[in-house]
């Protein structure tokens, strides 16, 4: 079988034979809001047997799927705003955990834009954090004005290793030495397999990340176990494997006319070199749905700050 790259875990669920299978060690919960055209799944690991099934660490994903194609501009700007309002729900929620099992104030937070900000789909870490409103600086000038329920923000977009020679996990375990926040918060692209949800659905967990993942370009995990600190990551899928493109495509045709999988993977191996499958696909307009997505979880991230 062909293994489709994606860096989302509900299509990880949702690549198991039947959608209402139990799948052990894995809860999925979903909820569906028909007003803002929007629906939300938590798919929770819970042990080492659901962590080795769906191939993820143990933690929690909420994934949100929306849709803003359908909305006149004149309601773009309130969708959005109920988006962000959910984004700053999950964050909450989960830094309240983290601070509940930890028992630590996590109220400093680091911000990191991971990414290459000269190449757009890969830009989206880079971009989110040039429209948030870093407030350490001010905190320690003037402390007597700070909101108790408030969060500190400072952040960093540091680059890749092509541009800095170094691994972007050894440039934030320094930044946390010397700042000592209480959370680590990641913002970068991912890979989906599916075209459909290309800067429309956003994946929030409490697991890390493992940056270039979703594109075989693994380097080193940014996770609590690395980073010494609880980390959590928001995603935006914005490129698709062209070889997973190829290969849904035959399958959805074959598999009616009574092809068995075996078969149509020969097919498909036999039509898509390597070069094929390492070719990835993005939206001809990525630069503005980089744009659209980036402000709409950089004004969940200012909200949830602002406590």
């Known amino acids: 079988m062909y293994e489709k790259r994606t860096d989302l875990a509900i299509e990880v669920r949702e690549s198991f034979p039947k ?13 569906r809001y028909k007003k ?47 988006i962000a309002m959910q984004i700053k729900g999950i964050l909450e929620k989960m830094i309240r955990g983290i601070e509940k099992e930890k028992k630590c104030d996590c109220k400093v937070v680091l911000l990191s834009g991971l990414g290459n900000r000269f190449a757009t789909p890969d830009a989206l870490g880079p971009y989110v954090l040039e429209n948030v409103t870093m407030s350490r600086h001010i905190w320690k000038e003037f402390p007597d004005i700070k909101d108790a329920d408030a969060f500190v923000l400072c952040g960093i977009s540091p680059g890749v290793m092509s541009q800095t020679g170094m691994e972007t996990s050894e440039i934030l375990k320094g ?46 995990q940014i996770n609590e176990e690395t980073m010494g600190i609880p980390v959590i990551a928001i995603g935006v899928p914005t490129v698709v494997d062209a070889g997973t493109i190829i290969y849904e495509s035959l399958e959805k045709a074959l598999s009616k006319q009574g092809y068995q999988e075996d078969e149509i993977f020969g097919f498909f191996h036999r039509i898509a070199d390597k070069d094929v499958k390492n070719l990835f696909v993005t939206p001809k307009d990525i630069d503005e749905e980089i744009r659209q997505v980036g402000k709409t979880i950089a004004k969940g991230l200012s909200d949830f700050a602002a406590g």
Do not use: H, W
Request: charged share 30%.
């Open 36 to 82: 803002e055209n929007m629906k939300i799944t938590t798919v929770e690991i819970k042990n080492k047997k659901g962590a080795v099934q769906m191939k993820k660490p143990i933690g929690t994903y909420v994934t949100l799927e929306f849709s803003l194609d359908s909305y006149p501009k004149e309601l773009l700007e309130e969708r959005t705003a109920s």
């Open 175 to 220: 930044i946390i030495e010397k700042v000592k926040p209480g959370i680590l918060l990641v913002i970068d692209s991912l890979a989906s397999r599916s075209v459909e949800r290309l800067c429309r659905t956003i994946q929030i967990t409490n697991t890390g990340i493992s940056p270039g993942a979703g594109i075989g370009n693994n380097r080193n």
């Open 19 to 31: 959608d209402d299978v139990e799948v052990d060690g894995v809860v999925l919960r979903e909820e």
